[in-house]
């Protein structure tokens, strides 16, 4: 949780950001994460103590909203797996095929499914995610990609991802879920908000943050381009508008079976939980209600 003096330096950052002019330019990443010190930084902040915790947990609540029970996943740029690996924790009936073009993080994602005891469940393939194999892996109820959007190189390579998921939605209407950082105005959001946000993390993964602030799309930008989706919704984090989520709802109201249970009844550890509320909190009503529809298939132990 930031300090006084961190919050106190994130509120006048998102004054900043909001009246001072800027048109900052997008500083594309390379597209495969690698590097063994960055995909293990990467990794371990998805942990269970770590900084990603509470945004993979709204956007695992988020994907389990938009999943029927014993729903299938295709998720696009899945890492090292953490967030598939805590929807499959909060989701025992579903079923994921994760992709990424990374070896490294392929192979750690593996590693972590196995240790977890998930390979059953969770399976990686080594797939761009500009040419989705979704065919040749069955029907999915749900199309994904979380943070990976802002590695495309350019436009036309995030158009043509676009367009393969609005493909397969419209031939199988299935939900799809989008999110990622939004590029602020301002280059000095961008080089302040991981120090002040995340003040915990090892420094490789605060300039590992600030890159992917300056390469991500605008929320325009993404909009735009997400539109091809039919019917397609769209919703950008209020107060420092750093991340933007784009969905679908072919499942809006998830069937909660004899076992199901609303996860708001689940807590994780009392830091996780205080501070996945105040990340749910940066959302305007309507997607804090949306993403607290979603549920876990029975009460985790
Ligand atoms: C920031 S990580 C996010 C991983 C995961 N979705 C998460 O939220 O933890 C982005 C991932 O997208 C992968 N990636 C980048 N370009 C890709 C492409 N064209 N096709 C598939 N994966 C790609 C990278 O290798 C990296 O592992």
């Known amino acids: 949780m930031p300090d006084l003096l961190s919050q106190a330096g994130l509120i006048s950052l998102a004054v900043k950001e909001a009246v001072l002019p800027g048109n900052l330019e997008r500083e594309p990443e390379p597209m495969a994460m ?21 945004v993979y947990r709204f956007n695992a609540l988020a994907m389990s909203a938009l999943l029927p029970e014993g729903g299938r996943v295709f998720d696009l740029g899945s890492g090292s797996a953490q967030l598939l690996l ?92 989008i999110f990622d950082h939004a590029r602020p105005r301002r280059a000095q959001t961008a080089e302040a908000f991981p120090k002040l946000a995340t003040p915990q993390v090892s420094r490789a993964l605060k300039d ?15 909009s735009e381009s997400t539109d091809a989706i039919a019917e397609i919704r769209h919703a950008q984090a209020r107060f420092l508008p750093l991340y933007q989520a784009h969905w679908l709802g072919a499942h809006p109201r998830p069937p909660i079976s004899g076992q199901g249970t609303r996860v708001d009844a689940e807590r994780g550890t009392r830091n996780n939980d205080q501070q996945f509320r105040a990340f749910l909190s940066l959302w305007p009503s309507s997607v804090r209600r949306f993403v607290q529809s979603g549920y876990a298939s029975k009460p985790p132990s």
């Not at 690698?34 to 900084?51: C, I, K, L, Q, T």
């Not at 009936?93 to 593996?110: A, F, K």
């Not at 350019?154 to 299935?174: N, V």
């Not at 890159?211 to 929320?219: E, G, H, L, Q, W």
Request: with cysteine; charged share 25%; proline share 5%.
């Open 34 to 54: 690698e590097g063994e010190g960055s995909v293990e930084a990467f990794h371990d902040a998805g942990d269970d103590a770590g900084a990603l915790w509470p």
């Open 86 to 177: 805590h929807l499959a924790q909060l989701r025992p009936d579903v079923t994921i095929v994760g992709t990424d073009l990374s070896e490294e993080m392929l192979s750690r994602g593996r590693q972590a499914i196995s240790a977890a005891g998930l390979g059953a469940r969770i399976e990686l393939i080594e797939a761009d995610m500009t040419a989705p194999p979704f065919e040749e892996h069955g029907a999915a109820d749900l199309i994904s990609a979380v943070f990976s959007l802002h590695h495309l190189p350019d436009r036309p390579l995030l158009t043509r991802c676009i367009d393969r998921i609005a493909k397969a939605q419209a031939a199988s209407g299935c939900s799809v879920w």
């Open 208 to 222: 590992d943050s600030r890159n992917s602030i300056k390469a991500a799309f605008s929320y325009a930008e993404l």
